[in-house]
Structure formats: C-alpha cells, structure tokens
C-alpha cells in the first residue's frame, strides 16, 4: 500500500487533536473530546496513553484510513529536558523522560509517546517538532540576578519557529541570514528574539514579561514577597494569582480579548486601560529584545491568537516600528507546523535530531 499521509498529534488536558495530512494539505481534522470525569481515572498523564491511543485508533477506523497508509506519525514536543530548536526522532530515551515528566507534567508530554506508539505498529519514523522545552540561549542571557536561580527558557517554540520558516520563504530570506522579534501573544505570551534563527533569549511566558489573557507576567518583587508572606494566601492560591487569575482574569473578570474590546467599545475606559497596558507591556519587551540583537532587526512579527486584534497590534506596531517593520501572522497553527516540521526532514530540507545527542543528561 502507498505511504501517503502523516499523521499529527496534539494532546491537551481536555482533548486530542488530530489531523491527516498528505504533503500540504490537510485532509481530515478531529478534536476528540475527553471528559474530567474520564480523565480523573487516571494518576498521571503517562498513565492516559492506551485510552487515547484507542480513540485515535477508532477515528482513524471511522474514517477508513489504514495505518499502513501514513509514512511517519508527528507528536506536539512535551516538557523535556533543554533542546536545541527542530524535528526529533522520538526515541526510548525521549520516551522515559516524557514518562516521568522530566521538567514537570503537562498533557503535551504524550505527543511524542503517541505518536511512538502508533509508529511503531507500521515501523515507521515517529517526530516531535520545536517543544517548548527549546533551549537556545546564549549563556549571558542565564543569569537572573540571584545566583540560586537561573533564567530558564520555556517559549512558544512551535509556532514561533513555523512562523519563522514561513517569513523566511515569502521573504527569500535563510533564516541564518536574518534576526527577527516574533512575539507569540496568546494565553502566554512570549517574544524571542532569533538571531540567524535562533531564538538567544524569551521571557518565560509563566513568569515573566508582558501580562497576559490570564497569567501575570514579570510583577514588582518586592511586593510579591510580601504577599507570599502576608499569611493571607496559600502557595496554590498565590500560583493561581500568577497564572489562572492574573492578568486581563484579574483585573477585568475575564480572559476573553473579544468581550473586552466590546467593553472598550461600549466605553468602558478600565478595560481601554487595561487592554492597552498589555500592549504597552508587549512593545515595551519588544524594544528590550532589539538591544539584544543590537537593533539589528530585519522584522517584527507579530503572531497567536491575539494578533487577530487590530486593536491590540495597531498599539504595539506604533510602539515598535521604528526598529523594524511589523509583520502580522494571526492565530496559530500547530497542526499544520507539526505536519511541516515532519515535511522538511521527509523531504530532505533538514535532518531530523536525535535526543540523546542534543541534551545534558546528569542521571
């Protein structure tokens, strides 16, 4: 039978997406539901893997597609130890670390066991493509301040990256030829600066820069120490106010960009205040990350699910374009930058990496 598609997985706490592509196109597409009632049966996400795989399984049965049929199986990257941007061969090693939940747990981390898994039934490759584990920073951009903690880099490398190749071929460009700012504004927002494509720093979209839809961003210290010390809340409650409630959830009740420019426009000047402060705080990490590049800066991009506001990318783009032009590519598609990921090593554009030569194991 003719190998014809790839197959691209991307589970989340509630769901498992999946799509079938062949080269290009996308030819089917599932959002495959999980109740918490289903997934409360389960210790830890590793434990989840047979109860998805047998859905995926069935859709794929449903829909008449045989497995003899795809010619590799790409996974989302998990929370893995720090790595060099690209596609990874899923490896046993991978495997165990995505398992165990090396950098903590998250549902992303069955991606990679998925899609190994389904692989190996046709001995066929299995990828990740750009976790957000990527690391890529220089070691100047490590040091925090503190000596007992280090900046870590946790980004939004996948569609990052797509966004990236994409600029790079409309633009005729190699990315190791060009430095960009791409700025990720979504549930998380992280803004990298890629020098020749590589991304040498981001805020750590859980903890620092800009505010987000829900998360707090980099918030005064000295007053959060305080807080924490305060007695008036507990280490859950504190890590809900920094992610879950902080940001526009906390000061305007809602995560929902669409809800507050109504506001806006219904007159609401706490919300026109508050939603332009995110943009402030946008377009200020942006100038912070031009001094990294040395005002080198060929384009600003500007991407995820927030880009789709004019009102949002209009602020920074004032704020910003006197570095570099201001590109806008809205909403993100990790499926599709999955399928492309995979695509470029199948088609010999670039070779796929493999795991154990690329991190730092101390075990």
């Known amino acids: 039978m003719f190998r014809k598609y790839i197959l691209a997985i991307n589970p989340g706490s509630t769901s498992t997406k999946v799509s079938v592509f ?46 003899a049929e795809f010619k590799s199986i790409v996974g989302r990257g998990g929370l893995l130890r720090p790595m060099s941007s690209g596609t990874y061969i899923v490896t046993d090693k991978m495997i165990k670390d995505l398992e165990i939940g090396i950098q903590g747990e998250h549902a992303s981390n069955l991606g990679g066991i998925l899609a190994k898994s389904i692989a190996d039934i046709e001995n066929i490759p299995s990828y990740i493509v750009d976790p957000v584990a990527v690391d890529e920073f ?26 990236a190749h994409r600029y790079s071929e409309e633009t005729a460009t190699k990315l190791e030829d060009m430095n960009l700012i791409i700025a990720h504004l979504g549930g998380g927002i992280s803004v990298a600066p890629l020098k020749k494509g590589k991304a040498i720093d981001v805020n750590n979209a859980s903890e620092m820069g800009p505010f987000s839809p829900e998360r707090a961003g980099e918030v005064p210290v000295g007053d959060l120490v305080k807080m924490c010390f305060s007695g008036k809340y507990t280490l859950k409650e504190m890590k809900k106010k ?60 500007l991407t995820g699910g927030l880009a789709y506001s004019s009102e949002l990318t209009d602020f920074i783009t004032k704020m910003v374009s006197f570095i570099a032009p201001v590109k806008i590519y809205p909403g993100e598609d990790e499926m599709q930058a999955l399928n492309m990921g995979a695509l470029r090593v199948l ?9 154990e030569n690329e991190v730092k194991f101390d075990d």
């Open 138 to 163: 220089e070691d100047i951009a490590r040091i925090s301040g503190m000596p007992e903690i280090k900046r870590k880099s946790l980004i939004h490398a996948l569609n990052i990256k797509a966004v």
């Open 22 to 67: 062949e080269n290009n196109e996308r030819v089917l597409e599932k959002k495959i539901s999980h109740s918490s009632e289903e997934i409360k049966k389960f210790e830890n996400i590793s434990e989840q893997k047979d109860y998805r795989l047998g859905l995926i399984i069935e859709w794929l049965k449903e829909k008449d597609i045989k497995l």
């Open 242 to 301: 920094t992610k879950g409630e902080g940001g526009l959830t906390g000061y305007l009740g809602t995560n929902d960009a669409i809800e507050v420019v109504n506001r806006i426009k219904n007159g609401d000047k706490k919300a026109e205040l508050v939603y332009n402060a995110l943009a402030y705080q946008v377009g200020k990490e942006i100038g912070k990350m031009s001094t990294v590049l040395k005002g080198e800066v060929k384009s600003i991009i």
């Open 347 to 355: 088609n010999g554009e670039e070779e796929a990496k493999i795991y």
